[in-house]
């Protein structure tokens, strides 16, 4: 696996158990990752062996250092004494179910996020894991590609600091303090619309935005002409970007457009 | 049958009957003594012949007549001018029969009560006065009538009475029985409430027992069979969650050896094939979870219990990030805007994903490869709106009403893919419909769907179809 899809949002669900919140705020658990440079360890505790080797397998390729157990009992040793940084657990296993598996590991320091894995689906079941201490639920039939964009998910939490006022792509910068846009270090002139709508975008980066919601928030209230409005000054704005910048404003189908930075 | 509640009623109408008919008769020979004193009173007059006036004018002071001595019928002849009579003998004249008395010369008046205990009659002669009025009085005939008021008073009562007592003894028991019979029919088969109404250990009874003991078996029968029904259907949904269940395991081993495959494919036809594969994993993934809730559905679960608060955002977004697989194989540019905040909803978070998720595997998997599926979850005033539009082939404008009724497909859908059923639209709206949510479809133009769920009542809806169609114009599509 070579490629991950961008993730839209680092909060990945609401039904984070605030214990483990808090845990993960307060001890810092034993984690490899603490090592610069050192691949994300990642213990999948699974019975099934076709699905334990299809996700070892894809989680290597994606460029985590992976350990097996296949029960619960050595899942839970395994997360007591190695150094990990996930550990994805399955409900239905053998010599110890993975709910006790989370009983056992719920008032331990310094856990891993815990991201339960089963065929088990009922509201019930999830809510239980996460009463647990589990950090997500990931119902079987999965794809290793969404696994891996949770476990990234929770590996790159957001951090409490205040976000930069200033962004940079290409050759542009943009401070949304002073309001100022260069290219290349000159400053070019945008109008206070022109400027409202990139600020708005480039806050937002890798998520589409629709047009109503643009306009709304930069142009103030909506008329029939909103679309057209957008996209004129959008038009405009990439035009005076260049179009090496230009290109991380996407038009997004069926919606309106995405400020995706890393874009080629 | 012991006690025939027919034999009871008919005996109980025949005593009534029978009273009635007694007093009937009383009344019936009071009224018709009366006629037949109208009738005998000429036959009297007669006696009064030319003879009798000769006589009485003979000696008025010591005429009288004896007409029929076994009642003391007696007439006396009296002066019409004074009201007197010449015979010192003879009782007063009546005065309230003279005054009712006629100026005929023939004309009379009777009275049959006799309300003093005598009855009289008084009648016009021919002969001059002082004989030309007559009185005749005789004596009423006591026993007859005190036996014929004791009779009638005597009947009257007791046709009251067997009335009363027919009302008491049988008519409000069959009242009450009869609702009590009402009642338990209200509750024949519910598994607690229905109390049984036919008389335990009892061999006789009458007709309403015989029902009543009807009822009860009907109650027993009823009873076993709804739950015969619900074990059945309890069966049922355990047996489909362990198949579901059973299923999930293989089907995740599938999928990653699938998506493992595709992903290191370089032929053409093989990347194809297995695509079509990713694609048929993800269906069987959905009906996987589809059977499930519709199973549930079905049964009568409401998905308004088991709710708890759920973000939109975080549903959809894992929702988006499920398909994203399968539309990049089918080269399908999937995308998605969340608004800056969450939607936070109370609902039960299984079947909202279900139902949402149904939406977006739609677009996705029958949407045309190298297409777009656009997923717009927007707040409003009321709420929010979640749009997911997609290029595809759509659906004729004739179809869009009955989209999202069980197993419905358009005839057009199924040319292009026989598979599916229909199943996943329909759990779809069943579930927006039961949680207040709306559920609309439109065309899209040149082409494409637009599906769009609300919450709280249905508003306006935004032809999206139309700005869709207003950004391809422009040229601004890329």
Known sequence: MTATPPIERTRICDWRSPARARDHGGVVAKSSSNVAGAPPRVLVVEDDPSVAAGLVRGLRLAGFEVELATDGTTGARRVLEAELDVVLLDLMLPARSGFEVLELLQRRPAVPPMIVLSARTELGDRLRAFELGAVDFVPKPFWVEEVVARIRAHLHAPDAAPASRTVAWADVVVNLDARTVTVAGEPIALTRFELDLLAYLVQRPGRAIPRTQLASHALGPLDERTDRTVDSHLARIRKKLGPAAAAAVATVWGIGYRFDPEAP | ?478
């Open chain 2, 1 to 478: 049958m012991g006690r025939s509640l027919g034999r009871r009623i008919v005996l109980t109408t025949l005593i009534a009957g029978l009273f009635g008919a007694v007093a009937a008769l009383v009344v019936v020979a009071r009224v018709s003594g009366e006629a037949f004193g109208a009738q005998i009173a000429p036959l009297l007059m007669e006696r009064f012949d030319d003879a009798a006036a000769s006589s009485c004018l003979a000696a008025p002071a010591a005429w009288s007549q004896s007409l029929w001595p076994a009642v003391g019928m007696r007439g006396y002849a009296y002066d019409s001018r004074s009201h007197r009579a010449a015979n010192p003998a003879a009782p007063p004249l009546r005065a309230d029969l003279v005054a009712q008395l006629g100026p005929a010369p023939e004309a009379f008046t009777v009275d049959m009560r006799g309300g003093d205990g005598r009855r009289a009659m008084v009648f016009r002669t021919a002969a001059r006065p002082p004989c030309d009025l007559v009185q005749l009085t005789w004596r009423n005939p006591t026993a007859v009538q005190r036996a014929s008021r004791v009779v009638g008073i005597s009947a009257i009562s007791a046709a009251l009475f067997a009335t009363g007592l027919g009302l008491f003894v049988i008519v409000l028991p069959l009242v009450r029985r009869i609702r009590r019979l009402g009642a338990a029919a209200i509750r024949v088969g519910e598994a607690t409430g229905y109390q049984a109404v036919a008389p335990s250990g009892d061999a006789g009874g009458d007709e309403i027992d015989a029902l009543g003991r009807v009822l009860d078996r009907a109650h027993l029968r009823i009873r076993d069979d709804a739950r015969l029904l619900d074990d059945q259907r309890e069966a049922l949904e355990r047996h489909l969650a362990r198949i579901a269940h059973d299923l999930r395991t293989p089907l995740t081993s599938l999928q990653i050896a699938l998506e493992f495959a595709a992903d290191r494919v370089d032929q053409p036809a093989v990347r194809d094939s297995l695509t079509g594969a990713l694609r048929d994993a993800v269906y069987l993934s959905g009906l996987t979870h589809n059977l499930r809730l519709a199973s549930r559905l079905r049964s009568g679960w409401d998905p308004n219990h088991d709710v708890a608060e759920v973000d939109l955002v975080d549903v959809i977004t894992r929702i988006v990030g499920r398909s994203r697989l399968l539309a990049r194989r089918r080269q399908i540019e999937l995308e998605l805007s969340i608004p800056d905040d969450a939607v936070r909803v109370q609902c039960n978070a299984v079947a909202v994903e279900q139902a949402l998720a149904n939406v977006v595997d739609n677009a996705v998997a029958y949407g045309d490869p190298s297409g777009h599926v656009a997923v717009v979850l927007a707040t409003h005033e009321r709420g929010f709106a979640l749009e997911v539009s997609d290029d595809g082939p759509g659906v004729p404008p004739a179809s869009l009403p009955r989209l999202g009724q069980a197993t419905f497909r358009s005839d057009e859908a199924r040319q292009r893919d026989p598979r599916g059923s229909g199943l996943g639209l329909a759990i779809t709206a069943e579930v927006c419909e039961r949680i207040g949510w709306t559920l609309a479809f439109s065309a899209l133009e040149p082409r494409g769907l637009c599906v769009e769920i609300r919450s709280g009542p249905s508003g306006h809806l935004r032809l999206e179809g139309r700005e869709i169609g207003k950004l391809a114009e422009s040229g601004t599509l890329e």
